[in-house]
């Protein structure tokens, strides 16, 4: 009986450590450092050789992190585009304060697909790899999205 009971509350302990482990809004699951992905999409892009890619990164750690480099089987390079006023410039990285978010929307901070090398249509899916300072990459399946999409939460 007393194995019986060691045993029952090994697989309960169990149980409950991989119910604390999360995952994002978009399905992928984070490393265990805080953070998660949701709201990814790319609007369908116009040009053949340049599209834009948006998001929010959730930091539910209490260390702040930062978005090194996002990269993308679809693009030769993809650039982190910092809005400062009414202009938009490249930025090395950019930071997830913790306990906060770091949001990617239109007319503001923003992903920039350079280079495609082929033109993603509404309905697909592309996969994105998110770098991060501290954390280990995140995968995300950004789904394409009409090219006049406007999301109504998220952004």
């Known amino acids: 009986m007393r194995h019986l009971a060691m045993a029952t509350a090994t697989v309960l302990a169990g149980a409950l450590a991989l ?4 995952s994002s809004e978009s399905g992928n699951p984070s490393d265990g450092a805080g953070l998660s992905v949701g ?4 609007p369908q892009p116009v040009s053949d050789s340049m599209a834009a890619g948006f998001l929010v990164i959730t930091n539910k750690g209490a260390a702040g992190d930062a978005l090194t480099r996002v990269t993308s089987d679809v693009a030769g390079e993809i650039t982190v585009h910092k809005t400062v ?3 938009m410039e ?3 990285r950019l930071d997830i304060p913790a306990h906060g978010e770091l949001v990617l929307r239109s007319g503001g901070d923003h992903l920039m697909f350079e280079q495609l090398k082929r033109k993603p249509k509404e309905g697909e899916k592309v996969s994105v790899q998110l770098h991060f300072a501290k954390t280990s990459p995140i ?6 999205k009409s090219a006049t999409y406007n999301p109504k939460t998220g952004h």
Do not use: D, R
Not at 19 to 22: A, D, V
Not at 39 to 42: D, E, G, K, T, W
Not at 139 to 144: K, Y
């Open 19 to 22: 119910t604390g482990c999360g």
């Open 139 to 144: 995968t995300v399946e950004m789904p394409v």
């Open 39 to 42: 709201s990814a999409y790319m």
């Open 90 to 92: 490249e930025a090395g």
């Open 85 to 87: 006023g009414q202009t």
